[in-house]
């Protein structure tokens, strides 16, 4: 079974070091985000990442998102921030928005299945944002078997995956609800998962900047 440890509660200094320790150290952790449990890893050590293709039984050719708590973290893993990019990330972010950009030459095969972009996303989740600060990006892939619901507490992670993570970070049980919206921001702008961002919210933050929604 995995290693279950609270969240540090928020106004605390807390102890991050036990999850500071297993990311450094190529390893896999469950955490809360905005809406389920993901697995998260250090998004640039390909032996991490590979890890969790193999632990969800993920199909090949499917890229792993990034989550983030800043912007000052895009330099390592984006190579370019394009012009429709930087107007949905100026719209959006922080939000449940994932924006699919170049990926940096640093950022593994792993990740990005070959694509050559990486999907990030700068979270607005007070709790997330406090786990990401102390340990760096993060992938926010969600915590469940390839097709599977998505877990929503600590209890189903340990369930489903026991001793495949090596740590469950406990922020109690999660609402659900639905994913973030995806737009692939590298040439003609794309929606490629609806969520809770929509298609004419995108288009309008386009619009505002002289660009537009690809039909």
């Known amino acids: 079974m995995a290693v279950v440890i609270p969240l540090p509660a928020e106004g ?4 991050w070091t036990p999850i500071q320790r297993i990311i450094r150290g190529s390893g896999v952790i469950a955490m809360p985000t905005e809406s389920s449990y993901a697995l998260g890893a250090n998004p640039l050590d390909p032996k991490a990442v590979e890890r ?3 632990i969800k039984g993920r199909p090949a ?3 792993i998102l990034v989550v983030i708590p800043d912007r000052d973290q895009l330099a ?7 012009p429709s990019a930087k107007a949905l990330t100026e719209r959006f972010w922080p939000g449940p928005l ?4 170049p990926a940096a030459s640093r950022v593994p095969e792993a990740l990005t299945a070959g694509t050559g972009t990486v999907g990030v996303r700068l979270t607005a989740d007070r709790v997330l944002a406090r786990l ?14 390839s097709g599977a619901p998505p877990a929503r507490s600590a209890e189903e992670v340990q369930t489903t995956f026991g001793s495949d993570v090596d740590l469950i970070v406990d922020g109690g049980s999660l609402r659900g609800g639905q994913p973030s ?3 692939d921001a590298v040439g003609p702008v794309r929606v490629i998962r609806d969520g809770p961002i929509s298609r004419t919210q995108i288009a309008t933050a386009l619009a505002g900047a002289g660009l537009a929604l690809a039909s």
């Open 61 to 63: 050719g499917k890229p």
């Open 52 to 54: 969790i293709v193999a």
């Open 12 to 15: 605390s200094s807390g102890d």
């Open 181 to 183: 919206t995806v737009v």
């Open 132 to 145: 990401l600060q102390a340990v760096g990006p993060l992938t926010g892939t969600s915590a469940n078997r």
């Open 98 to 101: 994932t924006v699919i950009l």
């Open 76 to 82: 390592t893993l984006v190579a370019e921030m394009t």
